[in-house]
């Protein structure tokens, strides 16, 4: 492919640093654009001695105009783990709307091709399941994951319109959970809190009686997923699910982890979290159809060693 | 009660001009703020003279300080037509959202209490019937009627969220189709059609098969359940469902407009525009308990005639 320039806001972040080191390895001009409100400068510190690749700090609710002329635009920019988005939900808000509105003036005013990073948090907790693209979802609007879910919706509903009026090219990808190297070891994620807390030897906290269930996608999978998304040619502009398929209830997790780990930690049960979703599990047809028969390569074991020897890496008290 | 200030954003559409009359008629200060969009002076053309009356032309979604104390704030501001909220949807989720964040911020500054006109369209094409608050709806997130659908959802959530984090006073009403002098005669919706295209002796276009149903409230009963919610003092917030429970067939409301007006109109056939919801009614058991058995008590034909001798008073060419 042609080397093109390209803006990741949200860079700095987990999913984001490892979409920034794909782009460049495939010959392209990347500028990183990123607040740091849960991204860290050093998970792109590895990718800074290139000269292909720029981060600027900077937040996506104030707009912004870019240096350089842009060809794509990946919006990542969004905190993604319950205790981070959360933490000031009225902001929250602020950069699934706003700054995705910032995100689509820039790409109209480049006329650049603009993908969105929305979640299966928009099917909320789904009476439909597996999740397919067309199911409406079942979110609570004034709950406290609201802030995320209806500020995805939003979101979404913004590329659509601007699809239809100014016919910006845009795509949108449902995320489903998705964990690997740099994610924030507090993150409060169910994958960072187990594999942090066997690995320091602490209990493992199960939420409720850790029946619900997730399906688990490496970061490399979802990477592969939304490249091919953003460049296809045919005018697929989703929304397109990108998840894993292989269902485990967090009980299992806790197991895989605690054996991959090598750690005794005990298991100790906490509340269940409000609206916490009882089941997730994407409906990948549409993606392997449309996507040149994407689907998730990387086994839950095999993901989570590197997830494991990553944070073995890691000194838990900089972050 | 004693004499209050009141911002009624929005106040110089259908709904916003009744509700100043009567917080006026209360012995109220009021102050309308609206940027015409939809609204037209001449609905508060009356009230001018009444030196508690004050109307400032701005859109609320650039912030605004007011020039004098506030005790509470209605936010009505918001195309409600689908011909409206269409129109520009990027605008009407701007409305939506930013012009609900700039409101929040006003009562938090001012210490008011805050209401907001939500809709019955947070439920979408309702798979509940009739529909609770706690019913998570059915709302299609990228369809040509999400900007106002998804925009009121996530004003919803801001609300919450400023009461969450702020302690923000707030009101949340879902308000149910209605109807009324002072509709916008070319506004598109049912009742404004039906009766201008009756008078006028042109078709009734009554879109699909007019099977659908709507359940249509007349304005002072809305009036008189946004004012009970407002000064609820026993901390209810909402969501609460404002709305007629009669419910009707497109059919069944040309007939009634035919015969009230005694037009010779012919009916015809439209198209159904995409995700038209299929029923709607509320279920008002939580407003007539919360709200001093608050019900809706004017019957369809007793509105219906009230709505058609406004519109054979006013001039439709100046619309
Ligand atoms: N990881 C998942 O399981 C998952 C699932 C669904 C959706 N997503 C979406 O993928 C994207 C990336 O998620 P992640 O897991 O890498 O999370 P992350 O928190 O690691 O990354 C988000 C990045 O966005 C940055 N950011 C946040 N608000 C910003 C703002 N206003 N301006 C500029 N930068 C801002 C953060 O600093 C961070 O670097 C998010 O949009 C998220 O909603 C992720
Ligand atoms: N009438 C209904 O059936 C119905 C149903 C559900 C909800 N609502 C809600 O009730 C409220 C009033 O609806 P209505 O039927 O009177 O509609 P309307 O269009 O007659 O009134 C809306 C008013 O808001 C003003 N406005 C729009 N955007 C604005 C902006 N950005 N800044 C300032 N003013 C702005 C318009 O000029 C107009 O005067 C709306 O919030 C609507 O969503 C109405
Ligand atoms: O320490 C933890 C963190 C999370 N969870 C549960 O794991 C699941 C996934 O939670 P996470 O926050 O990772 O993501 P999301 O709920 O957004 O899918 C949810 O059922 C949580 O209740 C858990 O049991 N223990
Ligand atoms: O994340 C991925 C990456 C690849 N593939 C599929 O796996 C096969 C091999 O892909 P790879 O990237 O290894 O080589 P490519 O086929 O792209 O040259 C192809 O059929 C891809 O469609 C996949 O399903 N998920
Ligand atoms: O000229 C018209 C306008 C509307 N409708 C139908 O009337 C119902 C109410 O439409 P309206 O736009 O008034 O409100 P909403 O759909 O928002 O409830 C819908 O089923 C419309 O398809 C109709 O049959 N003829
Ligand atoms: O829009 C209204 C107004 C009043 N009421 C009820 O109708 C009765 C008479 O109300 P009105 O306003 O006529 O007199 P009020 O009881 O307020 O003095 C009361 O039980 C109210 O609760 C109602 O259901 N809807």
Redesign the interface.
């Known amino acids: 492919m042609a080397k093109k320039t390209i803006l990741v806001t949200g860079g700095a972040g987990f999913v984001g640093s490892h979409l920034c080191e794909r782009l460049l390895r495939d010959g392209n001009r990347v500028i990183c654009l990123d607040n740091m409100f849960t991204g860290v400068r050093t998970n792109v510190a590895h990718l800074e001695p290139n000269p292909e690749f720029t981060v600027i700090e900077h937040d996506v609710v104030v707009p912004w105009k870019s240096p350089e002329k842009l060809d794509q635009i990946y919006n990542l920019a969004c905190p993604a783990a319950p205790g981070h988005y959360q933490y ?3 902001s929250t ?2 950069t699934a ?2 700054g995705v ?1 910032n995100m689509l003036e820039l790409a109209r005013e480049h006329g650049a091709r603009i993908l969105q990073a929305s979640t299966s948090e ?1 099917y ?1 907790d789904p009476d439909v399941h597996p999740q397919v693209e067309s199911y ?7 709950g ?1 994951r ?2 995320y879910d ?2 995805k ?2 979101g ?7 699809n ?2 100014y016919k910006t090219e845009i795509r ?1 990808i449902r995320i489903f959970n998705t964990y690997g190297p740099r994610m924030h070891p507090y993150d409060g994620r169910v994958v960072s809190n187990f594999i942090r807390q066997a690995i320091k030897e602490q209990p493992i906290t199960i939420y409720g009686d850790g029946t619900q269930t997730r399906s688990f996608q490496y970061v490399d999978d979802l990477v592969e997923g939304a490249v091919r998304m953003m460049n296809n040619d045919v005018g697929f502009l989703g ?1 397109v699910n990108l998840g894993n398929p292989d269902e485990f209830t967090m009980n299992h997790l806790a197991d895989l982890v605690l054996a991959l780990s090598g750690s005794t930690s005990p298991i100790i049960h906490l509340d269940l979290p409000a609206d916490d979703p009882t089941r997730r599990r994407p409906d990948n047809s549409l993606a392997n159809k449309m996507l040149d028969g994407w689907k998730p390569k990387v086994p839950l074991r095999e993901g989570l060693q590197k997830t494991i020897a990553y944070f073995k890496s890691i000194d838990f008290t900089s972050f």
Not at 136 to 142: A, D, F, Q, S, T
């Open positions: 000031d939900p009225i808000m602020k709307v706003i509105l928009v909320g409406r979802g079942n979110v609570n609007p004034i406290p609201a802030c209806e500020g919706r939003a979404e509903t913004l590329m659509f319109d601007y239809r009026m949108v929304p």
